[in-house]
């Protein structure tokens, strides 16, 4: 079994071996987000999030991650990007999954700046879908 060090280690061969493998950026962005290792976390999300088209929904996985820390870290400006820009790529989506995290990511925080409006319309799309989550219904 690899202590803490050693997986830590391990995922940094991977990303330094490997830059434009963006699953690796993003692994080990998860690891130092769950080793309260923030700033560190932020780089490589941004660096794996920086290496997609904007329109996937992988990308969109990665953006939903990086909100939250944006939020909790306190750099809203860079929160508040984000969400517009969700929003601009997957406001029409039909994709549940996608419209419900959405929602979440921007309305998240009670220090958004952007407009509410196209992301309570990707809550009440989620709430309404037949396939919705149970957690969204009352």
């Known amino acids: 079994e690899m202590n803490h060090a050693e997986v830590e280690g ?3 061969l991977l990303v330094d071996a490997y830059p434009r493998v963006h699953q690796f950026s993003y692994l080990r962005g998860l ?4 080793s309260r290792k923030w700033q560190e976390a932020d780089e490589d999300f941004t660096a794996a999030l920086q290496q997609l088209p904007r329109s996937s929904k992988l990308w969109h996985e990665y953006a ?3 909100a939250y ?3 909790y870290t306190g750099q809203l400006d860079r929160y508040h990007d984000l969400c517009r820009q969700t929003i601009e790529e997957f406001g029409d989506t039909d994709d ?3 419209a419900e ?3 979440k990511m921007c309305l998240f925080s009670n ?3 952007v407009d509410l409006g196209p992301a309570a319309l990707l809550a009440d799309k989620a709430f309404a ?3 919705a989550s149970d957690d969204l219904r009352p």
């Open 129 to 131: 879908a037949p396939e």
């Open 101 to 103: 995290r959405t929602a």
């Open 10 to 12: 391990l995922l940094s």
């Open 96 to 98: 549940v999954k996608i």
């Open 69 to 71: 820390l944006h939020a």
């Open 111 to 113: 220090q958004i700046e």
């Open 31 to 34: 690891f130092y987000a769950r």
């Open 64 to 66: 939903y991650r990086l």
